[in-house]
């Protein structure tokens, strides 16, 4: 079945950087376009960046362009989320996404908390 794992959240101070992974398994990764989605308290949740099976095709969502980095391993079957000088309204909880034939396959989402 699938399953993805997201990992690399925590505590940042604004300004600061934090490196999310998603490790993936059940699907042909390799062929899988891979999304970051994130949702903060009382709203809802967002698409943040997406890559296509080669990478060649990134998009973002506007607030985060210039800030954050998505990137894939297809050997590790690992989508990445690098994200730099972290704002407080990137605080979420920021999950991995695979959809396939319409549906939708989440991780358990991983908690960023950008603070002094």
């Known amino acids: 079945q699938v399953q993805l794992v997201e990992s690399g959240g925590g505590l940042v101070q604004p300004g600061g950087s934090l490196r999310l992974s998603c490790t993936a398994s059940?699907?042909?990764?390799?062929?899988?376009?891979m999304r970051w989605y994130r949702q903060a308290p009382g709203k809802e949740r967002e698409l943040v960046a997406s890559?296509?099976?080669?990478?060649?095709?990134?998009n973002y969502l506007d607030s985060v362009k210039g800030r954050f980095t998505i990137s894939r391993d297809n050997a590790k079957n690992t989508v990445y989320l690098q994200m730099n000088s972290l704002k407080p309204e990137d605080t979420a909880v920021y999950y991995c996404?695979?959809?396939?034939?319409?549906?939708?396959?989440w991780g358990t989402g991983t908690q960023v908390t950008v603070s002094s």
């Open positions: 890559i296509s099976t080669f990478g060649n095709n990134i």
């Open positions: 996404n695979y959809r396939r034939f319409s549906i939708d396959y």
């Open positions: 059940g699907f042909t990764f390799s062929t899988a376009v």
